[in-house]
């Protein structure tokens, strides 16, 4: 018997042996995850009449998602690629959930007698479940999806989004009808973490992600209606729906703003930290032209022709700017953007006779197209929207517009010189790439975008002031980007959405919903370094892999002189 057939029989061995404890290990965990569910969480004065229900209300409500998370236990008993990883995300999941509602509720009540045996049943069965897939064999990759009749993918392409935007609209409900929130949000949230690990374990993500280029017009159009459903459907669900619309709405002019970013950063490789400044100028070029009540100017013109000014006028700063850094790179020119974003403050703070420093420009008339007011509700189809659905659809029309900007740049002679600046600018130039006006290119075109953007969220917010364009909004909007997915249109759309809406939600928490804020962004920049939605260039960078087969490369030592004269 040859060296390597015993070892491979040992390893069989081995593998059977683990597999062979794993089973009842994982048992056990799954019983101990459904009885603790099934009990309660916490005790108080008059259980269980204030429960509702055992799952959705009250103290106890994330209990559903760890009996949700529970089912990944049958994984296990399946021969599924990638069921080892799915089945240790759903378990830390558990796990977490359970540590996250014990200091939640012991932070409010402030005593370990307000815990039941459900939640310590629950955790333990989680660790122990933890245990249970360490033990199973390494896990195969998963396969391609393989292809299916088009109407079954678009079905899928379809229900996907329809999924998305429900997910959305729960995540944005959760917690808002019962005592203690805290621990909901904090569930549902360590829910969706897990649930998400656990299906790009298996390769959902891959797949349906191969469906959306393969049905590219069809997952643009889903999206789209989607994007316009919100509304709708969250003022059905919410009854404070005003003002997560009027979050949506934030987020479609930041969203804006960072796909322009995107084309400098993402597409060119500049580094640029000052780039809210062209956002302020065009806010501050549409409230200055827009009769504000509270101005120096009392011009008042169209509100197309202010959004047209305002990003013009932003382009010529952006040309203003990048000719003075057209010979820096790197750091040098991150310092010099720095620079001009704080220059722009100043100007905008201390400029009394045209921005009225400090004070900003306020009382911005909204938008009016003929009789239309953008400013009143309106009821549409049978539902009361507020006046921020009326700003939220326009935006949707601005990302749309913005969205088409990239997309025919990054696919054009254009995108691939700016790639090639960013990948190596000398090597470009030695190349005949025109470095010197496609970097100025790339900052006027920015600045465009995020001029336009700023000249809407003028009449959104109805008030312009310095304040509102610090180092701090640069370095959110740059967050977006390499959050999302540097290159990437929906990566610029999802970390703006993150970074919005997050905080946002996370408002319960008070002081700490910044910490938590931040352990989620180093947890995705350490996990998953390439973004939500990553560039296929940047992916195949980061894990070390061939491009022209997307294998991974390996890197064998040179052989040693004395091998090289044997083999000659």
């Known amino acids: 018997m040859s060296a390597g057939t015993a070892v491979a029989r040992l390893n069989a061995e081995v593998q059977t042996r683990l597999t062979g404890r794993a089973g009842p290990t994982l048992v056990a965990g799954a019983v101990l995850v459904i009885a603790g569910s099934l009990l309660p969480w ?64 012991l932070n409010e009540r402030g005593g370990l007698g307000a815990f039941a045996l459900g939640i310590v049943l629950t955790g333990v069965g989680g660790v122990v479940a933890v245990l249970g897939f360490l033990a199973l064999p390494a896990d195969d990759e998963p396969g391609r999806w393989r292809r299916r009749p088009q109407w079954v993918e678009l079905l899928i392409v379809s229900g996907v989004q329809l999924a998305l935007l429900l997910v959305v609209v729960y995540a944005l409900d959760v917690g808002t009808d019962d005592g203690d929130r805290s621990s909901r949000i904090l569930g549902f949230f360590m829910f969706l973490i897990a649930a998400c690990a656990a299906l790009n374990a298996l390769g959902i993500f891959a797949g349906i992600s191969t469906l959306y280029r393969r049905h590219r017009a069809v997952t ?6 989607a994007a316009a459903a919100f509304p709708f459907l969250i003022s059905e669900v919410q009854d404070g729906s005003a003002y997560w619309i009027r979050v949506a709405a934030s987020i479609g002019v930041f969203a804006a703003a960072a796909i322009g970013l995107n084309i400098v950063v993402g597409q060119a490789g500049l580094l640029d930290l000052g780039y809210v400044a062209f956002f302020g100028v065009g806010a501050y070029v549409a409230a200055l032209l827009g009769n504000a009540n509270l101005t120096t100017s009392s011009i008042e013109l169209p509100f197309y022709v202010v959004i047209v000014l305002s990003a013009v006028i932003a382009a010529v700063f952006g040309l203003v700017i990048g000719a003075p850094t057209l010979r820096l790179r790197g750091d040098y020119l991150a310092i010099v953007t720095l620079g001009f974003g704080e220059i722009f403050r100043l100007v905008a703070q201390n400029y009394d006779a045209l921005t009225r420093g400090p004070n900003g420009i306020s009382g911005v008339p909204n938008l009016k197209v003929g009789s239309f007011d953008f400013g009143d509700g309106h009821t549409v189809l049978g539902v009361d929207l507020p006046y921020f659905a009326n700003y939220y659809f326009i935006e949707l029309l601005l990302i749309a517009f913005v969205i088409l900007v990239f997309t025919r740049l990054a696919t054009s002679r254009i995108g691939r010189a700016w790639v090639a600046i960013r990948e190596d600018e000398t090597a470009a130039e030695a190349m005949g790439v025109n470095t010197i006006s496609m970097k100025l290119l790339a900052f006027a075109i920015g600045a465009f975008l995020a001029g336009g953007a700023g000249a809407i969220n003028a009449h959104v917010a109805t008030q312009v002031s310095p304040d509102s364009y610090t180092f701090l909004e640069s370095v959110t909007l740059l967050a977006a980007v390499v959050l999302g997915g540097m290159g990437t249109v929906a990566g610029a759309i999802l970390g703006s959405a993150v970074l919005i809406a997050l905080p946002e939600k996370l408002r319960t928490f008070q002081d700490k919903r910044l910490l938590f804020y931040g352990v989620a962004l180093i947890l995705m920049m350490r996990f998953r370094p390439t973004g939500i939605v990553p560039n296929s260039r940047r992916k195949l960078e980061f894990e070390d892999a061939d491009p022209t087969t997307g294998d991974a490369m390996t890197q064998e030592p040179p052989p040693s002189p004395g091998k090289a004269v044997m083999a000659q």
Do not use: H
Not at 57 to 80: E, K, M, N, Q
Not at 86 to 104: E, Q
């Open 42 to 105: 916490v005790t108080f004065r008059g259980y269980p009449g204030n429960l509702k229900s055992p799952f959705f209300f009250g103290d106890s409500g994330v209990r559903i998602y760890t009996l949700l998370l529970c089912l990944a236990f049958l994984l296990a008993l399946t021969r599924l690629p990638g069921r080892r990883k799915a089945g240790l995300a759903a378990s830390l999941g558990i796990v977490a959930i359970a540590l996250g509602t014990f200091l939640s509720v």
């Open 220 to 225: 643009i159009a889903a999206g789209a209606l």
